[in-house]
């Protein structure tokens, strides 16, 4: 599988305006973090807001670090989520149990086998997406805008993986370029100060992207 078109997902979306700015540059997903410890962390109520402000064809991701069952449960009943994304110790089993498509979040450092992450997926094929590859910084659960060594990633995932980690204007016509990832996701790289998206540095964004696919 590759992408004829790199698909964008600005992550860290905290109010409706910020969702519609980053729609209308044309991001294809929002994320929106369910992890009090974020900068960038929604409330259910405010997520609900977000995404009800969404354009057809634009979806609404719900980011989630190790959070109890029952919360992810009653986020998905009050916030119409079209995808979950795991980015803490969560099994493929866990991040399963909800019936809704999901993605898992890898952080990448030498010894990491992807591959092997990945047949993970194997039993779940009919609710997992994909992974997300991000950097591995000790202590955090993404978000800290860092990147990593792309030659780590397995030319046989390249093509279906969503690119994270310390991407930016200035950097992502490269590592799309160099990875030719399904999906790039970026979050702290799109902003004037934590939680805040800059709609210069977003649609910088999205037009490097766009450069990289022609």
Request: net charge neutral; hydrophobic share 45%.
């Amino acid at each position: 599988m590759s992408a004829a078109r790199t698909r964008v997902k600005i992550c860290g979306v905290r109010t409706p305006e910020q969702a519609l700015m980053v729609a209308e540059a044309g991001a294809d997903a929002v994320g929106l973090v369910f992890h009090e410890p974020s900068p960038r962390h929604v409330t259910a109520e405010q997520a609900e807001r977000i995404a009800s402000v969404l354009p057809p064809f634009v979806c609404a991701v719900g980011l989630f670090v190790n959070a109890p069952a029952s919360f992810v449960r009653a986020v998905c009943t009050q916030v119409p989520l079209s995808l979950l994304q795991f980015h803490g110790d969560e099994t493929f089993d866990e991040c399963a149990q909800f019936d809704k498509p999901f993605v898992r979040a890898v952080r990448v450092r030498p010894g990491v086998d992807l591959l092997q992450f990945k047949s993970g997926m194997v039993p779940h094929r009919h609710l997992a997406r994909g992974l997300l590859v991000d950097a591995y910084v000790p202590g955090t659960h993404g978000g800290t805008g860092r990147s990593f060594d792309w030659g780590l990633l397995p030319e046989a995932l390249r093509g279906e993986i969503i690119l994270s980690g310390g991407l930016g204007p200035d950097n992502v016509r490269e590592a799309v370029t160099r990875v030719r990832p399904w999906a790039v996701d970026v979050s702290s790289g799109v902003e004037r100060s934590p939680g805040v998206k800059d709609p210069e540095r977003v649609t910088r964004f999205i037009e490097e992207v766009r450069l990289a696919d022609v």
